[in-house]
T-cell receptor, first 112, second 116 residues
Framework: KAGVTQTPRYLIKTRGQQVTLSCSPI?????VSWYQQTPGQGLQFLFE???????NKGNFPGRFSGRQFSNSRSEMNVSTLELGDSALYLC???????????FGPGTRLTVT | AQSVAQPEDQVNVAEGNPLTVKCTYS??????LFWYVQYPNRGLQFLLK??????LVKGSYGFEAEFNKSQTSFHLKKPSALVSDSALYFC??????????????FGSGTKLNVKP
Protein backbone atom coordinates (compact mmCIF):
# COMPACT_ATOMS: atom_id res chain seq x y z
CA LYS A 1 0.00 0.00 0.00
CA ALA A 2 1.15 3.54 -0.63
CA GLY A 3 1.99 5.51 2.48
CA VAL A 4 0.65 8.82 3.68
CA THR A 5 1.44 11.59 1.23
CA GLN A 6 1.58 15.32 1.91
CA THR A 7 1.78 18.18 -0.50
CA PRO A 8 3.57 20.43 -0.90
CA ARG A 9 6.75 19.30 0.83
CA TYR A 10 8.11 22.81 1.22
CA LEU A 11 6.39 26.17 1.32
CA ILE A 12 7.52 29.73 1.90
CA LYS A 13 4.88 32.33 2.75
CA THR A 14 4.82 35.89 3.96
CA ARG A 15 3.34 37.05 7.25
CA GLY A 16 -0.37 37.78 6.89
CA GLN A 17 -0.94 35.36 4.03
CA GLN A 18 -2.89 32.14 4.29
CA VAL A 19 -1.84 28.62 3.36
CA THR A 20 -3.50 25.28 2.64
CA LEU A 21 -1.74 21.97 3.16
CA SER A 22 -2.96 18.66 1.82
CA CYS A 23 -2.76 15.11 3.14
CA SER A 24 -3.76 11.84 1.47
CA PRO A 25 -4.03 8.98 3.98
CA ILE A 26 -3.23 5.35 3.42
CA UNK A 27 -5.98 3.76 1.38
CA UNK A 28 -8.82 2.63 3.64
CA UNK A 29 -7.81 4.80 6.58
CA UNK A 30 -10.60 7.09 7.75
CA UNK A 31 -8.81 8.83 10.63
CA VAL A 32 -6.48 11.70 9.78
CA SER A 33 -4.64 13.76 12.39
CA TRP A 34 -2.50 16.86 12.03
CA TYR A 35 0.48 17.86 14.15
CA GLN A 36 2.77 20.86 14.30
CA GLN A 37 6.43 20.12 15.04
CA THR A 38 8.82 22.86 16.12
CA PRO A 39 12.21 22.59 17.84
CA GLY A 40 10.99 24.41 20.92
CA GLN A 41 7.53 22.89 21.38
CA GLY A 42 8.01 19.39 20.04
CA LEU A 43 4.99 17.66 18.50
CA GLN A 44 1.73 19.50 19.12
CA PHE A 45 -1.64 17.97 18.21
CA LEU A 46 -3.80 20.19 15.99
CA PHE A 47 -6.91 18.14 15.19
CA GLU A 48 -8.23 14.77 14.12
CA UNK A 49 -10.82 14.05 11.47
CA UNK A 50 -12.80 10.85 11.03
CA UNK A 51 -15.30 10.33 8.25
CA UNK A 52 -15.41 14.07 7.47
CA UNK A 53 -16.08 15.06 11.10
CA UNK A 54 -13.64 16.70 13.48
CA UNK A 55 -13.30 14.26 16.36
CA ASN A 56 -10.60 15.89 18.50
CA LYS A 57 -9.02 19.30 18.65
CA GLY A 58 -5.83 20.63 20.21
CA ASN A 59 -5.18 24.03 21.74
CA PHE A 60 -4.53 26.14 18.69
CA PRO A 61 -6.14 29.46 17.73
CA GLY A 62 -9.02 29.61 15.29
CA ARG A 63 -6.61 30.61 12.51
CA PHE A 64 -5.89 26.90 12.21
CA SER A 65 -8.68 24.95 10.59
CA GLY A 66 -9.11 21.73 8.73
CA ARG A 67 -11.49 19.59 6.81
CA GLN A 68 -11.79 16.09 5.46
CA PHE A 69 -13.35 14.99 2.22
CA SER A 70 -15.43 11.93 1.46
CA ASN A 71 -12.35 10.12 0.10
CA SER A 72 -10.63 10.75 3.48
CA ARG A 73 -8.17 13.24 2.03
CA SER A 74 -7.67 16.11 4.41
CA GLU A 75 -6.60 19.72 4.19
CA MET A 76 -5.52 22.12 6.85
CA ASN A 77 -5.61 25.86 6.49
CA VAL A 78 -3.76 28.54 8.38
CA SER A 79 -4.97 32.09 7.90
CA THR A 80 -3.16 35.32 8.72
CA LEU A 81 0.20 33.61 9.03
CA GLU A 82 2.58 34.62 11.81
CA LEU A 83 6.32 34.07 12.04
CA GLY A 84 5.71 31.55 14.83
CA ASP A 85 3.73 29.34 12.46
CA SER A 86 6.99 28.28 10.81
CA ALA A 87 7.14 24.55 11.48
CA LEU A 88 7.01 21.06 10.08
CA TYR A 89 3.34 20.07 9.71
CA LEU A 90 2.79 16.34 9.93
CA CYS A 91 -0.24 14.37 8.93
CA UNK A 92 -0.94 10.88 10.27
CA UNK A 93 -3.58 8.34 9.33
CA UNK A 94 -4.95 5.34 11.17
CA UNK A 95 -7.09 2.47 10.04
CA UNK A 96 -10.22 1.46 11.95
CA UNK A 97 -8.52 -1.71 13.18
CA UNK A 98 -5.07 -0.15 13.69
CA UNK A 99 -3.66 0.78 17.05
CA UNK A 100 -0.95 3.07 15.70
CA UNK A 101 -0.79 6.07 13.42
CA UNK A 102 1.25 6.24 10.23
CA PHE A 103 2.89 9.54 9.38
CA GLY A 104 3.53 11.34 6.15
CA PRO A 105 6.85 13.07 5.37
CA GLY A 106 5.51 16.46 6.43
CA THR A 107 5.24 19.92 4.91
CA ARG A 108 7.96 22.37 5.93
CA LEU A 109 6.34 25.81 6.19
CA THR A 110 8.52 28.88 6.48
CA VAL A 111 6.89 32.22 7.21
CA THR A 112 8.97 35.32 6.46
CA ALA B 1 -3.47 16.83 32.62
CA GLN B 2 -2.37 14.07 30.31
CA SER B 3 1.35 14.06 29.59
CA VAL B 4 4.27 12.06 28.28
CA ALA B 5 7.79 12.74 29.53
CA GLN B 6 11.09 11.89 27.95
CA PRO B 7 13.53 13.11 30.58
CA GLU B 8 16.64 13.05 28.40
CA ASP B 9 16.97 15.46 25.48
CA GLN B 10 19.95 13.48 24.25
CA VAL B 11 21.43 10.03 24.80
CA ASN B 12 24.98 9.20 23.73
CA VAL B 13 26.12 5.62 23.34
CA ALA B 14 29.02 3.83 21.66
CA GLU B 15 28.32 1.46 18.80
CA GLY B 16 27.88 -2.08 20.05
CA ASN B 17 26.77 -1.01 23.51
CA PRO B 18 23.22 -1.38 24.77
CA LEU B 19 20.97 1.66 24.67
CA THR B 20 17.96 2.82 26.67
CA VAL B 21 15.70 5.77 25.90
CA LYS B 22 13.34 6.58 28.74
CA CYS B 23 9.66 7.44 28.72
CA THR B 24 7.11 7.91 31.48
CA TYR B 25 3.50 8.91 31.11
CA SER B 26 0.55 10.28 32.99
CA UNK B 27 -2.53 9.27 31.01
CA UNK B 28 -5.67 7.94 32.61
CA UNK B 29 -7.03 4.47 32.05
CA UNK B 30 -5.08 1.74 30.29
CA UNK B 31 -3.49 3.59 27.39
CA UNK B 32 -1.79 2.14 24.38
CA LEU B 33 1.94 2.93 24.16
CA PHE B 34 4.14 3.48 21.11
CA TRP B 35 7.64 4.40 20.00
CA TYR B 36 8.40 6.25 16.80
CA VAL B 37 11.69 7.26 15.17
CA GLN B 38 12.32 10.33 13.04
CA TYR B 39 15.24 10.82 10.68
CA PRO B 40 16.16 14.34 9.49
CA ASN B 41 13.55 15.96 7.24
CA ARG B 42 11.32 12.90 7.43
CA GLY B 43 8.06 12.00 9.09
CA LEU B 44 7.81 9.68 12.08
CA GLN B 45 8.23 5.95 11.53
CA PHE B 46 6.42 3.47 13.76
CA LEU B 47 8.79 1.20 15.73
CA LEU B 48 6.70 -0.78 18.18
CA LYS B 49 3.65 -0.77 20.43
CA UNK B 50 2.34 -2.15 23.70
CA UNK B 51 -1.34 -2.92 23.86
CA UNK B 52 -1.67 -5.70 26.42
CA UNK B 53 0.05 -8.90 27.51
CA UNK B 54 3.80 -9.49 27.87
CA UNK B 55 5.57 -6.45 29.30
CA LEU B 56 8.48 -6.79 26.86
CA VAL B 57 7.52 -6.02 23.28
CA LYS B 58 9.72 -6.35 20.23
CA GLY B 59 9.66 -4.10 17.22
CA SER B 60 11.49 -3.10 14.07
CA TYR B 61 15.29 -2.94 13.62
CA GLY B 62 16.04 -4.95 16.78
CA PHE B 63 14.37 -2.49 19.15
CA GLU B 64 12.31 -3.59 22.11
CA ALA B 65 10.49 -1.80 24.90
CA GLU B 66 9.62 -2.66 28.46
CA PHE B 67 6.27 -1.65 29.94
CA ASN B 68 6.10 -1.09 33.69
CA LYS B 69 2.58 -0.37 34.89
CA SER B 70 3.47 0.55 38.48
CA GLN B 71 6.06 3.08 37.30
CA THR B 72 3.97 4.14 34.27
CA SER B 73 7.06 3.79 32.12
CA PHE B 74 7.75 2.46 28.66
CA HIS B 75 11.50 2.52 28.04
CA LEU B 76 12.94 1.78 24.60
CA LYS B 77 15.94 -0.57 24.48
CA LYS B 78 18.32 -2.20 22.08
CA PRO B 79 21.00 -4.72 23.08
CA SER B 80 23.62 -3.48 20.60
CA ALA B 81 23.46 0.02 19.10
CA LEU B 82 24.35 0.83 15.50
CA VAL B 83 25.55 4.16 14.12
CA SER B 84 22.53 4.07 11.82
CA ASP B 85 20.24 4.14 14.91
CA SER B 86 21.20 7.79 15.41
CA ALA B 87 17.92 9.70 15.11
CA LEU B 88 15.18 11.41 17.11
CA TYR B 89 12.93 9.07 19.11
CA PHE B 90 9.42 9.85 20.28
CA CYS B 91 7.33 8.07 22.86
CA UNK B 92 3.57 8.31 22.28
CA UNK B 93 0.52 7.34 24.28
CA UNK B 94 -3.02 6.87 23.01
CA UNK B 95 -5.66 7.55 25.65
CA UNK B 96 -8.24 4.80 25.79
CA UNK B 97 -10.71 6.24 28.27
CA UNK B 98 -12.49 9.34 29.38
CA UNK B 99 -12.82 12.68 27.69
CA UNK B 100 -9.55 12.28 25.76
CA UNK B 101 -10.48 8.92 24.27
CA UNK B 102 -8.41 8.10 21.19
CA UNK B 103 -6.21 11.17 21.52
CA UNK B 104 -2.46 10.68 21.00
CA UNK B 105 0.07 12.38 23.27
CA PHE B 106 3.73 12.65 22.34
CA GLY B 107 6.86 13.15 24.37
CA SER B 108 9.29 15.93 23.50
CA GLY B 109 11.70 13.55 21.78
CA THR B 110 15.15 12.18 22.62
CA LYS B 111 18.06 12.56 20.25
CA LEU B 112 20.07 9.36 20.13
CA ASN B 113 23.72 9.68 19.10
CA VAL B 114 25.59 6.46 18.44
CA LYS B 115 29.31 6.99 18.03
CA PRO B 116 31.52 4.58 16.07
Amino acid sequence: KAGVTQTPRYLIKTRGQQVTLSCSPISGHRSVSWYQQTPGQGLQFLFEYFSETQRNKGNFPGRFSGRQFSNSRSEMNVSTLELGDSALYLCASRGDSSYEQYFGPGTRLTVT
Amino acid sequence: AQSVAQPEDQVNVAEGNPLTVKCTYSVSGNPYLFWYVQYPNRGLQFLLKYITGDNLVKGSYGFEAEFNKSQTSFHLKKPSALVSDSALYFCAVRAMGGYNFNKFYFGSGTKLNVKP
